[in-house]
Nanobody
Framework: QVQLVESGGGLVQPGDSLILSCAAS????????MGWFRQAPGKEREFVAA????????YYADCVKGRFTISRDNAGNLVYLQMNSLKPEDTAVYYC??????????????????????WGQGTQVTVSS
């Protein structure tokens, strides 16, 4: 079964850090770009970060730039999201997704949900004091 499974979410305080992991199984995801999205209650799903197949190019939403870092371990079929200086507004369910393409050519294409054809179930991140 081809699937993505996120882990690492939890309840943290403002200013804390978390590392989310996305484990891919069922086939190799090494040739696909990957992304992280999030959805807060009552809001639409929004783009967070993306990385191309090699890890050479990354893209970030303005609201997380400088605080979050996306990376990947192709040998282990893993994608990570390092989240630092967390804020209450980062509270959401975070989803890992596999892109149809290996390369991401622009910020616009990185954020286009249509280009992601496999999604995980999500992991909850709650930032609260």
């Amino acid at each position: 079964q081809v699937q993505l499974v996120e882990s690492g979410g939890g309840l943290v305080q403002p200013g804390d850090s978390l590392i989310l992991s996305c484990a891919a199984s069922g086939r190799s995801f090494n040739i696909y770009a990957m992304g992280w999205f999030r959805q807060a209650p009552g809001k639409e799903r929004e783009f967070v970060a993306a990385i191309d197949w090699s890890g050479g190019s990354t893209y970030y939403a303005d609201c997380v730039k400088g605080r979050f870092t996306i990376s990947r371990d192709n040998a282990g079929n893993l994608v990570y999201l390092q989240m630092n200086s967390l804020k209450p507004e980062d509270t959401a369910v975070y989803y890992c997704a596999s892109n149809r393409n290996a390369l991401i050519k622009s910020m616009e294409s990185a954020a286009r949900t249509y280009d992601y054809n496999l999604w995980g179930q999500g992991t909850q991140v709650t930032v609260s004091s």
